[in-house]
């Protein structure tokens, strides 16, 4: 469920504790109008980080989407390598699994 809600600022104000309360579940958002025009937009922490780290991934990552398929591709085909392998070609000493 995506909710968003609108009020005014003046109105917000005599109801931020309870617009707090509401943007802690999972997709609500309000948004604050001044003078009828949009000027913030409230949602919870977590929200807000969730959005923070997809961007991040967004910009790390500019073409996830073909890289995974042309991983996908590359493992189809064989073509991999195990991290024990790796880290061992890097020179980490493992420990022995038991």
């Not at 958002?29 to 009828?36: A, M, V």
């Amino acid at each position: 469920m995506d909710t968003k809600t609108t009020l005014p600022i003046s109105e917000a104000r005599k109801k931020i504790f309870k617009i707090a309360k509401m943007v802690q579940k999972p997709s609500i958002r309000y948004t604050l109008t001044e003078k009828g025009r949009p000027k913030v937009v409230l949602m919870s922490a977590d929200e807000f980080e969730s959005w923070q780290e997809t961007l991040e991934a967004i910009r790390d990552f500019p073409n996830l989407e073909k890289d995974i398929k042309k991983a996908e591709k590359e493992h189809r085909k064989g073509d991999y390598l195990f991290l024990e392998d790796v880290l061992a070609k890097e020179g980490f000493i493992l420990a022995n699994k038991k």
